[in-house]
């Protein structure tokens, strides 16, 4: 399975824009970026997934180079609520990485 | 549309003692999967399932066992429960879409071992 490797920790202000890298170097040609929002005492919730350049959806964006090793979750104009823990996967049906693995996160923290 | 369920919410279990954790989707997927999460850390994967009668082993496997007699459930078990086993249980599930590997996930079930 794709390791991936993200910050600890990032401290954002309000209506501030915040990216996210995710490091992934043993990434497999068809695997998928995935990205997930965690709430305290709630379970994951998907923002956004891609494979290659860029994906944007109503929550965010999705930034992905052309060798894929690494991927930047960009959240425009963060507000309070989105103070989270935000987790990187990767993995995909066809290679049959279908054990969905959740490293540490990256844990954000938006302040007024 | 209820999506994944989770039942019990909350349980406190006595050393030794067994239980079985119910996780029903309605959403026909036909990937299930099982997590623990201890506070302030990630989600470690139990066990998982690709369809019905179908199980493997996660990163943390040991203590527990699952069955996947039906498409929509997914069950979780405890044969002897201890009090490293304290967490929080989240099941998810997902489709065999190859472009949308999206997991929706339960509410979670708080399991305390005294």
């Known amino acids: 399975l794709a390791k991936t490797t993200q910050p600890i920790s990032m401290d954002s202000y309000e209506g501030q824009e915040v990216n996210i890298t995710c490091s992934h170097n043993?990434?497999?040609?068809?695997?998928?970026i995935t990205w997930y929002q965690q709430f305290p005492s709630q379970g994951p919730r998907f923002i956004i997934q891609?494979?290659?350049t860029k994906v944007t959806n109503e929550v965010a964006s999705l930034f992905i180079p052309a060798d894929r090793k690494s991927s930047t979750l960009s959240l425009p104009r963060v507000s309070l609520s989105d103070t989270a823990v935000y987790y990187c996967?990767?993995?995909?049906?066809?290679?049959?990485?279908?054990?969905?693995?959740f490293g540490s996160g990256t844990r954000l923290q938006v302040q007024p | 549309n209820a999506g994944v369920t989770q039942t019990p919410k909350f349980r406190v279990l006595k050393t030794g003692q067994s239980m079985t954790l119910l996780c029903a989707q309605d959403?026909?997927?036909?990937?299930m999967y099982w997590y623990r999460q201890d506070p302030g850390m990630g989600l470690r994967l139990i066990h998982y399932s690709v369809g019905e009668g179908t199980t493997a082993k996660g990163e943390v496997p040991d203590g527990y066992n699952v069955s996947r007699l039906k498409k929509q459930n997914f069950l979780l078990g405890l044969e002897s429960a201890a009090p490293s086993q304290t967490s929080v249980y989240f099941c998810?599930?997902?489709?065999?879409?190859?472009?949308?590997?999206?997991?929706?996930f339960g509410q979670g079930t708080r399991l305390t071992v005294v």
């Open positions: 996967l990767v993995g995909g049906i066809d290679t049959g990485r279908r054990a969905l693995t």
């Open positions: 998810a599930s997902s489709s065999r879409d190859r472009k949308n590997t999206e997991a929706f």
């Open positions: 959403m026909n997927h036909e990937y």
């Open positions: 043993n990434i497999a040609t068809n695997d998928y």
């Open positions: 891609g494979y290659k």
